[in-house]
Each structure stands twice: as structure tokens, then as C-alpha cells.
């Protein structure tokens, strides 16, 4: 399978500290990849640099085989690079449902004219923004939450607002930082099943994750990072049987 994302020899300094050291890896069009290792391994600073916060120092990140090491995070998106974050960012005042539509503003066209007279071509294209939404929250298992405000819905029901607002986007890749954290056995098993089904339907998923649980239960490939390096990658079997990882992190 040809990877949809590639990271090459990626490095990023500050001052005198080495972040991410030359770490290479790729993902494939489809599945589930996750990146892990101990606090301060790089992993987050590592997904900054693959959706473009800031460029890494040296190293080249490509889409499907484009070069888009030095491009802003909108511009990634544009091609198809969609992530989440550790802390939830969601627009507390909107609705679930607004929430989700926000994420449709990569796809739908028009401009001040067809807002303000809403042409019939707009209409259409706003009912079908309004459907992908309700699908999307029922992917995530929001549908009866559709209407609530963002602000009243539990940590967990965020997060999973949060995924259901970048699959809007319709991304090929989905970066996932730390989505279990806070959430309890429960909300994490709904996460899980989130996932496998995203994936499932044709959507590549690299994720950041400390639950091992989740990670071992879903990823079909593991990164491990530590003091900035790939130390092992694998499938999860394979991974955790490793030394280097067991002295690093898993033990």
C-alpha cells in the first residue's frame, strides 16, 4: 500500500535542544498508525512539524508524494492533513451540529452575495453541509446531542466533537493528539470504535496516544520515540516485546 504521508529525516532545534532527531517513518493510505513513547520523547513536536505549526530544521514531509515540508497548517489541510489537539478547541457557544458545520468550510464555496440572496445552488450546497454534519455526529455518537451547546457536553463528548468537526474537513490523513486522554474505560471504548470505523472507511489515522490499551487494541503500526529518536517501529507484537522500548517506556 503507497503511503499518504512520509516524514523524512525530520530534526528540529531549539537552541541547543534536539527535539525530533532524524526521525523518518510513513503512513499508509489507510489504517491506523501511533506514535508513543515517554513524556518529553518529541511526539507533539513531532505532529507540529508534520502539519506545519512550525517547519522542522532540516528533513521533508510529503503528501501523497508532494513536498509540503514548508507549508502552514490551512494550506496542509487543503491537501488533505487534518489534526486535533491535546487540549479541546471547540467553539463553546456553537451547537454541536455548528460546531461540525465549521469543519465543512474547506468544502463548500460562495462568497457575501450568495449569503445575503442564497441562490438556489446555495441552498442545496448548505443542506447537504447540514447532512454531512448529522452523519458525522452520528459516526461519533453525538446525534442526540445535535442541538446542545459545545459548553455542556462532558470532556469525553468533546473529544469526540473535536474528531467529528476535522472529519468534516473530509481529510485523507488525521492526526490525533492524545484523544483518550481524560477519558474514562467507557468513553475510551467508544473512542476506539471511532476510530477503527474511520479508518475502516478509507481514512489514514496517526495518532498520538498513552493508553496502550487503545493503542494495542487499534494501531496496525507503532513509532516509538524517546529523547527525540525513533528508537523501534512495528506492529504492536513487535513493538512491545522490544528491549529498547521496554527499558525507554513500557517498563
Known amino acids: 500500500?503507497?503511503?499518504?504521508?512520509?516524514?523524512?529525516?525530520?530534526?528540529?532545534?531549539?537552541?541547543?535542544?534536539?527535539?525530533?532527531?532524524?526521525?523518518?517513518?510513513?503512513?499508509p493510505s489507510k489504517g491506523v498508525t501511533a506514535v508513543i513513547g515517554p513524556n518529553g520523547a518529541g511526539k507533539t513536536t513531532l505532529f507540529n512539524l508534520i502539519s506545519g505549526t512550525f517547519p522542522p530544521s532540516e528533513g521533508t514531509v510529503l503528501i501523497g508524494g508532494e513536498d509540503v515540508t514548508a507549508l502552514k497548517p490551512e494550506a496542509k489541510a487543503a491537501r488533505g492533513l487534518v489534526r486535533t489537539f491535546q487540549l479541546v478547541k471547540l467553539f463553546q457557544d456553537l451547537t454541536a451540529i455548528e460546531n461540525v458545520k465549521?469543519?465543512?468550510?474547506?468544502?463548500?464555496?460562495?462568497?457575501?452575495?450568495?449569503?445575503?440572496?442564497?441562490?438556489?445552488?446555495?441552498?442545496?450546497?448548505?443542506?447537504?453541509?447540514?447532512d454531512r454534519a448529522d452523519a458525522l455526529l452520528e459516526l461519533v455518537g453525538l446525534s442526540r446531542m445535535r442541538d446542545s451547546s459545545a459548553a455542556v457536553l462532558a470532556y469525553g463528548q468533546q473529544r469526540l466533537l473535536e474528531i467529528a468537526r476535522a472529519l468534516a474537513a473530509q481529510p485523507q490523513i488525521l492526526l490525533l493528539d492524545e484523544p483518550a486522554a481524560g477519558l474514562n474505560a467507557e468513553e475510551?471504548?467508544?473512542?476506539?470504535?471511532?476510530?477503527?470505523?474511520?479508518?475502516?472507511?478509507?481514512?489514514?489515522?496517526?495518532?498520538?496516544?498513552?493508553d496502550m490499551k487503545l493503542v494495542m487494541d487499534i494501531a496496525e503500526e507503532v513509532v516509538v520515540l524517546d529523547y527525540g529518536r525513533k528508537i523501534a517501529q512495528g506492529t504492536p507484537e513487535m513493538v512491545k516485546k522490544d528491549p529498547a522500548v521496554i527499558a525507554a517506556y513500557l517498563g
Open 102 to 130: 465549521v469543519g465543512c468550510h474547506l468544502q463548500t464555496t460562495g462568497g457575501l452575495f450568495a449569503s445575503l440572496f442564497q441562490p438556489a445552488w446555495f441552498r442545496k450546497a448548505e443542506r447537504e453541509v447540514e
Open 1 to 27: 500500500m503507497s503511503p499518504i504521508l512520509e516524514v523524512k529525516n525530520a530534526t528540529r532545534r531549539f537552541g541547543g535542544l534536539v527535539a525530533v532527531d532524524d526521525v523518518s517513518f510513513t503512513v
Open 188 to 210: 475510551s471504548e467508544r473512542l476506539a470504535r471511532t476510530i477503527r470505523r474511520i479508518a475502516s472507511d478509507g481514512t489514514a489515522v496517526l495518532l498520538i496516544e498513552h
